[in-house]
């Protein structure tokens, strides 16, 4: 799941029916964001992600605790920017 978790209305409903699909030793991997960022914290609803068609957002903390309620675990947890240039040059 690309980009596409945080246009889900119900996330937990989706995410517990992939988890019903995957093989024994199935992964699933998510990328979405992580309101834990510092932009995130210091922008909140002028961050560049905050659109309307984004329903929900994500963190570690929500991760770990859909983890848990399924019964999984979170085998990496990366960091990447959809940026290049530093976060002072962006916010500039």
Not at 10 to 38: C, F, H, K, Q, W
Not at 47 to 68: D, G, I, L, M
Request: avoid cysteine; aromatic fraction near 18%; charged fraction near 25%.
């Amino acid at each position: 799941m690309l980009d596409v978790i945080e246009h889900l209305p119900r996330p937990v409903y989706a995410l517990e029916r992939l988890v019903g699909l995957l093989a024994p030793e199935g992964v699933l991997i998510i990328a979405t964001e992580n309101t834990d960022s510092m932009p995130w914290r210091i922008l909140r609803a002028d961050y560049w992600y905050y659109y309307p068609e984004h329903v929900f957002f994500f963190n570690r903390r929500w991760f770990a605790w859909f983890s848990r309620r399924a019964g999984l675990e979170v085998e990496l947890l990366s960091k990447f920017s959809h940026f290049e240039a530093p976060i002072a040059a962006r916010m500039h």
